[in-house]
């Protein structure tokens, strides 16, 4: 069935409400407080999955004697139902990492997000399948800076691009293909998405050029070099 998640804003940032749209019909999600109102949630058809602040449990393994334990403060991804209970952490801050984006394939079946090191400038693309309730580190050795995507197929595999190299990785595998193309990285518009032909030999990306008076949008389509 058809089902997608639509939101209004309380300004440009901060949604406000959630909205779950479902066989043309559209309700209101009860969404708890501490959910980050920074970050649209996402949806597999079955359950929302948002970012949450804090832990949702604590943290027995530090707890002395008389104490609960030390609560990290930092933000997770959880599973929630339609009626907002939360049933599922995806991943969890830790004293190392700090999960980051979220992202959904077409299909529903997989979520994608990074894991970034507190400590560098490292980060590594993690996947979540929907259906088995199971995540695996995807892409590793990422350097913040110069990364964006991952765009997803309708069949869950996915392009990213890290630095002037343009990556192809699938949820199913750990590691990636360097894609033999060629393209101008300071035109590209990242944020308009990049889409892969359905033989995988073109991808077409979103350019612009010119000032601020005289920019003009191209829609461009790159064939493998190899």
């Keep these: 069935r058809e089902t997608f998640l639509v939101a209004e804003l ?12 479902e066989e043309g019909a559209i309700r209101p999600l009860s969404m708890p407080s501490v959910v980050n109102r920074t970050v649209l949630p996402v949806t597999d058809g079955e359950r929302v999955y948002t970012y949450v602040i804090g832990n949702r449990e604590p943290d027995f393994a530090t707890a002395s004697p008389g104490r609960q334990g030390t609560v990290n403060s930092g933000m997770r991804i959880a599973a929630f139902s339609f009626d907002g209970r939360e ?3 995806i991943t969890d801050s830790t004293p190392l990492v700090e999960p980051r984006g979220l992202y ?3 299909n529903g079946q997989f979520l994608a997000f990074f894991l970034d090191d507190r400590k560098s400038d490292n980060t590594e693309l993690w996947v979540y399948d929907t259906v088995t309730r199971t995540k695996r580190v995807s892409v590793e050795s990422l350097s913040r800076p110069v990364v964006d995507g991952p ?8 392009l990213l691009r890290a630095g002037d ?4 990785g699938s949820p199913r595998r750990t590691g990636v293909d360097i894609l033999p193309i060629t393209f101008s990285g300071s035109a590209v518009r990242w944020d308009a998405g990049v889409a892969r032909s359905p033989d995988g ?4 990306l979103v350019e612009e050029t010119g000032d601020e ?4 949008t191209h829609v461009r389509e790159y064939g493998m070099n190899a």
């Design 151 to 158: 765009y997803f197929a309708f069949d869950g595999s996915f």
């Design 201 to 204: 030999q073109r991808v077409v």
């Design 165 to 168: 190299r343009l990556l192809a």
């Design 213 to 216: 008076r005289t920019k003009v």
């Design 10 to 21: 309380r300004d440009p940032q901060t949604w406000e409400t959630i909205f779950l749209v």
């Design 87 to 89: 049933e599922e952490t």
């Design 104 to 106: 959904a394939s077409p």
